[in-house]
């Protein structure tokens, strides 16, 4: 055999091993950058969040297999219909409860639900209210022997197959929409945004923990108030899809048009309770499906000026 000739396929094959390991190294590198194994290998099944139309104020039930979370229980009234709700939904015991802030619009039917339903966490915000609304959940908390999980900003939590990250608050305010909890729901490859009542300081204290709130679907913060969705924030958080939970014809006049302004400015898709109620959308981890359309109307609760002639 000619050495030349096994000398120079020995070089290809060096060459070509070369060209593997240094692709390869490549490859390391990208699933690295990227934080591994997408998600959707680790999901199973379908994710559930309803915006349950509750009247002016909020109340989001998120279903994960057999696992449910309860973010806010609308107002006093409110706590029997939402009892109903989730048992239409086969709920019979809830993981996570959550009161964002000591709202009566947030945690008015609270009692009621930690009354009737075993909850493994009840999580609120290290703050107080000197009201009957905010005494009531204290006291079936204590009736039930529950303790109050503070949130801290960065800790994660599972949900099934899905996890949350708190966001907020990272201190106390002086206006207690601030005083929010925030958190951002993950399933597979998709994400949710949940920010309460928080307004302008919460939220930019919100984009300045460094965490990615960059999402699908957002909750619109304070119900399409004004004072929240900043630009800033709504910069950041770019979703492509928005749920307002309010009343129609609502005395607050929610939602305002620079809110609305904003979110149709940038091409994102809106659903609102008091204009289609119950909203439920649906995931895989990749795909999003709702049970209606968008909202097309961009009409404002506030009254314009032809209206008020």
């Known amino acids: 055999m000619n050495k030349n000739k096994k000398n120079g396929g020995r070089g290809l094959l060096s060459l070509f091993l070369i060209l593997v390991v240094f692709v390869a190294g490549i490859v390391a590198v990208g699933f690295y950058m990227n934080g591994g194994i997408q998600h959707k290998s680790f999901v199973d099944g379908e994710l559930e969040i309803h915006y349950i139309d509750i009247g002016q104020g909020d109340c989001t039930l998120v279903k994960c297999g057999d696992h449910a979370m309860l973010i806010d229980a609308g107002e006093n009234d409110k706590g029997t219909q939402i009892q109903d709700y989730l048992s239409s939904q086969n709920v019979k015991k809830i993981d996570y409860i959550i ?83 925030a958190l951002v729901l993950t399933y597979g490859d998709r994400k949710f945004l949940f920010t309460g009542d928080a307004e302008e300081n919460g939220e930019e204290d919100i984009v300045n923990t460094g965490i990615n709130i960059d999402c699908d679907v957002y909750q619109v913060g304070h119900h399409g108030s004004r004072t929240a969705s900043s630009e800033t924030f709504l910069n950041a958080a770019s979703p492509a899809y928005a749920v307002i939970s309010c009343a129609e014809g609502n005395s607050y006049g929610h939602p305002h048009a620079q809110t609305l302004n904003e979110l149709r400015y940038r091409g994102i898709k809106v659903f609102r309770t008091d204009e289609q109620g119950t909203i439920v959308c649906t995931t895989d981890g990749v795909n999003i499906k709702w049970n209606c359309s968008p909202s097309e109307t961009w009409k404002v609760g506030e009254a314009t000026k032809s209206s008020k002639k």
């Open 99 to 181: 009161g964002t802030h000591p709202h009566s619009d947030h945690i008015g039917g609270m009692d009621v639900i930690i009354y009737k339903f075993d909850c493994d966490v009840v999580m609120m915000p290290d703050v107080e209210s000197d009201t009957k609304t905010y005494r009531d959940v204290v006291n079936a908390m204590k009736a039930k022997n529950y303790t109050n999980t503070v949130p801290v900003p960065g800790q994660q939590y599972s949900l099934g197959d899905a996890t949350f990250t708190i966001l907020a608050p990272s201190r106390q305010y002086d206006n207690m929409n601030d005083n929010s909890i």
